[in-house]
């Protein structure tokens, strides 16, 4: 099966890619490895989920925002690529949590990510990671991922 085909397994399809919010682009290909910027929780009608994990946002709340989180990853790496199948593996993920000081479940949380891309590329989807809080994201949002992939040329 394609990615494409587990993502349609899945239920999903791919969003329009989201644009940049500052002074940035979404990737920068070096080689065969593409650095994709951190992209949040952005839903298909442009609405970001936000809040702080900890306080008003739940932890399974907080692994839905990262998997829709993955799944804007999985668009800019689209757009970036021309073909998911083209991606020979995740290398290694940063997922950034806008969480309280006291909460301490971050990898649970960015498992919503991790967990989606094992999905979509089975085992080219098993990745390095760190999963990190942080006291405040961008226009509030509840996480924020970065990933590095190795693509074919």
């Not at 809080?133 to 190795?150: K, Q």
Request: net charge negative.
């Amino acid at each position: 099966m394609t990615p494409y085909d587990r993502l349609a397994v899945l239920g999903l399809t791919l969003p329009p890619p989201p644009s940049p919010i500052a002074t940035y682009i979404p990737f920068v290909r070096e080689g065969d490895i593409l650095y994709l910027s951190g992209q949040g929780p952005k839903q298909a009608d442009g609405t970001l989920r936000t809040g702080k994990v900890g306080a008003e946002i739940g932890i399974e709340q907080a692994y839905d925002d990262a998997r829709l989180t993955g799944l804007n990853l999985l668009s800019i790496l689209h757009a970036a690529t021309g073909d998911l199948s083209r991606v020979r593996r995740v290398i290694k993920l940063l997922g950034m949590v806008n969480a309280t000081p006291d909460f301490s479940a971050h990898p649970k949380v960015i498992n919503g990510c991790s967990d989606l891309l094992l999905e979509v590329f089975g085992e080219r989807g098993r990745h390095a990671r760190s999963a990190v809080g942080f006291g405040s994201l961008p226009d509030n949002i509840t996480v924020e991922i970065e990933a590095i992939v190795a693509i074919e040329a």
